[in-house]
């Protein structure tokens, strides 16, 4: 059974999977865990695994019984030192980080500690798997300043390259395909790295891109970057703006406005793709776009559904089925990617605040009371 094996799937973080969806589903299992999952699950088809801002938990697939915890070393403070990211799963460790900058590595059978580092200061990000080895932002020490940038670690938490780049990063994650890493930073430049040496092959510099204000000339954090068909999605100012870069040149192919067409404003939420179109919600509203060209192909209205706002920045695409959560509402959906209305819902008692993960035929996901569902094809 193919695995999910870290955010987005992969490296990539082009979270696709061609098999189809069947609907109706179901919820097969639901777990209750201590603090709210704000990040996605990843699983190795035989356990799920999921940080909530207290833990990581390991949870049994097919019942949904908690195989293991492994707690945080303090109590959680939401904007210093929880887990907001997602976990990363290697050669039988699962590797995460969390709001103060500390890396950890368990191992996926025990949970039991492997190694803990905050020589780096990996600040809550969905770390990277690529070709063994573990990709992050993160900060050392120069002098008696921090200087930011990215690294690539081995597997016994052995910095391999570091390379600094200016300007604090604000993303998730970075995406990875073809040995180049794609990340980007607040100072509004978006940088294509060699993952074998950490050298820039290449700059895009977005600022001109969006409107002339300091919020608009930064890079959006978290949900995209996501490498798919030799283009690089991501955000551009903020929620709203959408850019494809080209892989191999980081020259930007088109730029798009959630909002341009709608007649209010609006934030492109749960941002997914295929190998031929993006989509994206924004509130009770679906829409896809052609990836090589940026051109609007199709806008849905779901008024009926009584969807409201998403928190969630990512989206996954299961088939001919596009899944979004959403806080405003407590539900969860699947769309028609062909006409761009929902097929299925699930309403529960917290808000969705990011995306799914495919596993089965069904998809698990989290929500801000620390329930874990998944969902299956039912009757």
């Given at each position: 059974m193919a695995g999910w094996f870290s955010r987005g799937?992969?490296?990539?973080?082009?979270?696709?999977?061609?098999?189809?969806?069947?609907?109706?589903?179901?919820?097969?299992?639901?777990?209750?865990?201590?603090?709210?999952?704000?990040?996605?699950?990843?699983?190795?088809?035989?356990?799920?695994?999921?940080?909530?801002?207290?833990?990581?938990?390991?949870?049994?697939?097919?019942?949904?019984?908690?195989?293991?915890?492994?707690?945080?070393?303090?109590?959680?403070?939401?904007?210093?030192?929880?887990?907001?990211?997602?976990?990363?799963?290697?050669?039988?460790?699962?590797?995460?980080?969390?709001?103060?900058?500390?890396?950890?590595?368990?191992?996926?059978?025990?949970?039991?500690?492997?190694?803990?580092?905050?020589?780096?200061?990996?600040?809550?990000?969905?770390?990277?798997?690529y070709d063994g080895k573990v990709f992050s932002n993160g900060r050392r020490l120069k002098g008696d300043r921090e200087e930011p940038g990215y690294l690539c670690l081995d597997l016994d938490g052995k910095m391999i390259w570091f390379r600094d780049i200016s300007g604090p990063n604000r993303t998730s994650a970075a995406a990875i395909a073809d040995g180049k890493l794609v990340c980007e930073h607040k100072n509004g430049y978006v940088y294509g790295l060699d993952v074998e040496h950490g050298s820039v092959m290449w700059t895009c510099d977005i600022r001109a891109l969006v409107d002339n204000t300091k919020l608009m000339r930064e890079i959006s954090p978290l949900g995209v970057p996501i490498i798919t068909s030799d283009f690089a999605l991501l955000r551009i100012g903020d929620y709203r703006n959408l850019c494809a870069l080209d892989l191999q040149s980081g020259e930007v192919v088109w730029t798009h406005v959630s909002d341009q067409y709608m007649g209010f404003v609006g934030n492109a939420d749960c941002v997914a793709a295929d190998d031929r179109r993006v989509f994206y919600t924004m509130r009770n509203l679906f829409r896809s776009i052609d990836l090589e060209s940026g051109e609007i192909l199709l806008t849905a209205d779901n008024r009926d559904r009584e969807l409201g706002g998403s928190r969630a920045l990512a989206g996954i695409v299961v088939g001919h089925h596009y899944i979004a959560g959403f806080n405003m509402s407590q539900k969860v959906a699947a769309f028609n990617v062909d006409t761009g209305m929902v097929e299925w819902e699930f309403t529960g008692e917290g808000g969705f605040t990011d995306e799914a993960t495919y596993f089965d035929g069904g998809f698990v996901i989290g929500d801000d009371l620390g329930y874990v569902r998944r969902f299956a094809t039912g009757s």
């Open positions: 799937r992969d490296s990539t973080r082009h979270a696709f999977e061609r098999s189809p969806l069947e609907l109706p589903m179901k919820k097969i299992w639901e777990t209750k865990v201590s603090g709210a999952i704000l990040a996605p699950a990843v699983t190795t088809g035989r356990g799920i695994f999921i940080c909530s801002l207290a833990a990581l938990y390991k949870i049994d697939a097919g019942t949904g019984t908690v195989a293991w915890e492994y707690p945080y070393r303090e109590l959680p403070k939401p904007q210093i030192n929880s887990l907001k990211s997602s976990p990363a799963i290697v050669a039988n460790r699962v590797v995460f980080t969390d709001m103060a900058g500390t890396m950890y590595c368990v191992d996926e059978d025990t949970g039991q500690t492997i190694w803990v580092t905050d020589e780096f200061s990996a600040v809550s990000d969905s770390v990277g798997i």
